[in-house]
C-alpha cells in the first residue's frame, strides 16, 4: 500500500476511484475505429462509419430476422461426436467442450421456426465463433433436420453462412455432409418450397462448393469474404495478380455469381417479400 494510497483512504471526502468495464468499446475490423459498444448494438452490429458488417451469432441473428417474439429454436440432432477419436495439440472432444463453453451453442449450425413478415420461414445460421463454422456431422444433420422442419411447416428453408469450411477432424465424414446437404435440397425442391441463402463473412471452403451456392435465390451481406480457397493460394498457382476486391459480395455480384446484396437493416424486409413472391400459397 503506497503512501497516496493511505492519504486517500484517510480522507473520507475523495471521491473513490471508479473501475471502468472493459467491454465499453469495440475496434471497428474494416475502419479501426472505436465504436461505443451500445451504439453497435442499436446498428444491428454494423459500423456507422464504414458500413462493416461484423459477425454476429445465431441468437442475435434470429432476433433480426424474425418477427419480435415470434421464432422457437429447434432441437439440436445428436450425433457421434468424435467418430475418429482425433488428436493434434488437443483433443477433439476438448475443443468441442471448449466451443460450447465460448458460445452456448450445441454446434456451429442453429435452426428455429418463425414469422418474417408474417409468414412461415425455416432458419438457419451458422455460428463462426463455434471453430469457425466448420462443417460435421452435426452440422449435416442439423441442415437436413432444418429442411425437413421446412417441409413439414411448408414454408421456405433460409440458412445465414458462415464457415471456414468442412470440419478437418471428423476427414471424409465431414465432406460427405456436401452430397447430404445437397439431396435435403432436392427434397424441398421436390415439396415445392424455395432454399434461400444468406452468404455472410466469410464462407468458404467445403460450404461454399455445397449448400452455400445452391439457394434458389443468392443474397450477401456487403463486403463479405466469400471464396473457395485463399487468394495466396490462386495467386500461386495461376501465378497472377488478382483484383482487390475479389472474393467479395460486391465482386460475385457483379459476375452473376449471385442474385443481391443487401444490407442487414434491410435483410428482414428482403426475404420477407421473397417468401411472399416465392409462396404464394402460404397466406399471411
Not at 468495464?21 to 442499436?42: R, Y
Not at 430476422?65 to 495439440?89: C, H
Request: charge should be neutral; glycine fraction near 8%; charged fraction near 20%.
Amino acid at each position: 500500500m503506497t503512501w497516496l494510497t493511505n492519504v486517500r483512504n484517510a480522507l473520507s471526502f475523495v471521491v473513490p476511484k471508479k473501475e471502468t468495464p472493459d467491454n465499453l468499446w469495440h475496434k471497428c475490423k474494416g475502419c479501426g475505429q472505436l465504436i461505443f459498444v451500445k451504439e453497435l448494438e442499436d446498428n444491428l452490429h454494423v459500423c456507422p462509419s464504414c458500413d462493416h458488417h461484423e459477425r454476429i451469432g445465431p441468437k442475435t441473428r434470429f432476433g433480426y430476422t424474425f418477427d419480435a417474439g415470434s421464432y422457437a429454436l429447434l432441437p439440436q440432432p445428436r450425433v457421434q461426436e468424435d467418430p475418429l477419436k482425433f488428436r493434434d495439440t488437443k483433443r477433439y472432444v476438448d475443443r468441442i467442450k471448449a466451443a460450447r463453453l465460448a458460445t452456448g451453442e450445441g454446434d456451429a449450425l442453429v435452426n428455429a421456426r418463425g414469422l418474417i413478415g408474417g409468414r412461415r420461414a425455416v432458419v438457419g445460421v451458422q455460428d463462426f465463433a463455434f471453430m469457425g463454422g466448420s462443417m460435421g456431422l452435426a452440422v449435416g444433420e442439423a441442415f437436413v433436420a432444418g429442411v425437413e422442419a421446412a417441409i413439414a411447416d411448408q414454408c421456405p428453408y433460409i440458412i445465414f453462412t458462415a464457415s471456414g469450411g468442412a470440419r478437418m477432424q471428423e476427414g471424409i465424414l465431414s465432406l460427405m455432409q456436401m452430397p447430404r446437404s445437397t439431396v435435403a435440397i432436392q427434397m424441398l425442391h421436390d415439396a415445392g418450397l424455395p432454399y434461400i441463402v444468406v452468404l455472410t463473412d466469410p464462407t468458404s471452403g467445403g460450404v461454399m462448393a455445397a449448400y452455400a451456392m445452391l439457394g434458389d435465390v443468392q443474397i450477401a451481406e456487403p463486403k463479405a469474404t466469400l471464396a473457395f480457397t485463399g487468394r495466396r493460394v490462386i495467386e500461386n498457382t495461376i501465378r497472377e495478380k488478382l483484383p482487390d476486391d475479389f472474393q467479395t459480395s460486391e465482386y460475385l455480384l457483379a459476375h452473376g455469381m449471385i442474385d443481391m446484396v443487401k444490407a442487414r437493416k434491410e435483410m428482414p424486409e428482403t426475404l420477407a417479400k421473397l417468401i411472399a413472391f416465392l409462396c404464394v400459397k402460404q397466406p399471411a
